[in-house]
């Protein structure tokens, strides 16, 4: 029974989506405030946080950067901003998706089922197939433990940046449609205005030192999405 922490201060909302979700069958805490949230976080390690971009004590954003490297486990903006810069925002700090309010019981149930599935990660193992270890000039990707080196060097990503550079790498050379991705990586239908997959493609350029202006690894093609370059990293 996966287990969720509901940081939310209106507790009218927060009591009717934690029985929604009860009956849903999973565990949920809420806590409305933001000063407390962190150190629950920490400490009981929920499979997937749902948090909300405006908290008395400290804010969803701040909450977000600051325990995003101590914890592994998947995190659910909520915001009651139409503007995509707190959205963007979210994402580079590391939350894996995000949703707008008033909430959709129907759209937040699916998005934490996604979320979850994404989250699992399969047992660490010392041998490794073919299948479970991609290699490039100068990237490696072990998709068994999820892990990413840079010429060697380790490079941390989050649950969404490795699953985005999983989905580009499994296709090499081939350009892979904004709509694909979103069906694949976010669990739904790319609506054209959703920057969530420019932000995570941004987000990795970054990482893995792929030059934003003029990138070698991971390529735009206007108008339809992005294509994956082995050996790109290389050729710079």
């Not at 969404?160 to 999983?166: A, N, R």
């Amino acid at each position: 029974m996966h287990k969720i922490l509901l940081v939310e201060d209106n507790l009218s909302l927060a009591e009717s989506i934690s029985d929604y979700l009860t009956m849903e069958g999973f565990t949920v805490g809420t806590e409305p405030d933001g000063a407390q949230a962190e150190q629950r976080i920490l400490s009981e390690q929920p499979d997937l946080i749902i948090l909300d971009l405006m908290l008395p004590g400290k804010d969803g954003l701040s909450i977000c950067r600051d325990i995003r490297a101590h914890y592994s486990g998947m995190i659910l903006m909520f915001t009651a901003k139409e503007s995509e810069i707190d959205n963007i925002v979210g994402l580079e700090l590391g939350a894996d998706d995000y949703l707008i309010k008033p909430v959709n019981p129907r759209l937040l149930l699916a998005k934490i089922k996604s979320l979850l599935r994404r989250e699992s990660t399969p047992a660490v193992t010392t041998a490794y197939s073919p299948s479970e270890l991609r290699q490039f000039p100068g990237l490696t990707l072990c998709t068994q433990q999820r892990q990413v080196t840079l010429r060697g060097i380790p490079v941390p990503l989050t649950t969404m940046e490795f699953d985005l550079l999983d989905l580009l790498s499994a296709h090499p050379g081939t350009i892979l449609e904004r709509e694909f991705i979103a069906r694949s990586i976010l669990g739904r239908e790319y609506d054209g205005l959703d920057r969530s997959i420019d932000t995570v493609i941004s987000q990795l350029r970054k990482k893995l030192g792929d030059n934003a202006k003029e990138p070698g690894l991971i390529k735009t093609v206007r108008g339809k999405g992005y294509i994956f370059v082995p050996g790109g990293l290389d050729q710079r």
